[in-house]
């Protein structure tokens, strides 16, 4: 029996944890706009809002067995939405701007091997700030490459200061640990 658009989230959502095609359809169809509008007012990019809906429902689906809404779908998806617009910004020319300037400020001789060697540790900065923790990654890179106080953070994440404090301090454990290794290898 056909779906009908009057479904209820709740009813999609049950239907979709069953297996149902049609129902993810539904609710694609019900809410694609939304993000994609809430994403490209925030990133100005339609590639990048493309992206982000695609994950968001990407994950519905891939996690449709096991997620738990306990709201509403529509603030489910919204919030959602929020987190890979942070984790967007975090990733994009801001951690290239805050690399840059970091650069600017150190003293590069032109030789072609320090260039390359440079060039290696900003790619091997940039991995290992993606390896972190999800959560540890974007209090830094909101700390780092936006600059927001800890405060600021705590209060965009709803988090307290002092996990925002102890997200940053494990993060720059963990980098400094990470790029002390690869120095020693460069040297």
Not at 15 to 42: G, M, P, V
Not at 150 to 176: D, F, P, Y
């Amino acid at each position: 029996m056909p779906l009908k658009l009057d479904k209820s989230d709740f009813d999609l959502l049950q239907q979709l944890k069953n297996d149902d095609e049609h129902a993810f359809t539904l609710i694609y169809n019900r809410y694609w706009k939304q993000i994609f509008s809430l994403a490209y007012y925030k990133l100005k990019s339609l590639e990048d809002a493309e992206e982000i809906v695609q994950d968001i429902f990407y994950s519905l689906w891939t996690r449709r067995k096991a997620i738990e809404i306990t709201g509403e779908l529509k603030n489910y998806l919204a919030v959602s939405t929020k987190y890979r617009i942070i984790k967007a910004i975090a990733k994009s020319s801001r951690q290239q701007d805050y690399l840059d300037s970091v650069l600017q400020n150190v003293y590069i001789d032109n030789s072609t091997q320090q260039l390359l060697d440079f060039q290696e540790l900003k790619l091997e900065l940039a991995k290992y700030v993606d390896e972190l923790p999800d959560k540890c990654r974007l209090v830094f890179q909101l700390s780092r490459d936006q600059g927001l106080t800890q405060r600021q953070i705590a209060q965009e994440l709803g988090i307290s200061e002092k996990t925002v404090e102890a997200h940053i301090g494990k993060a720059i454990k963990v980098l400094k640990g990470k790029l002390s290794t690869f120095l020693n290898f460069l040297l």
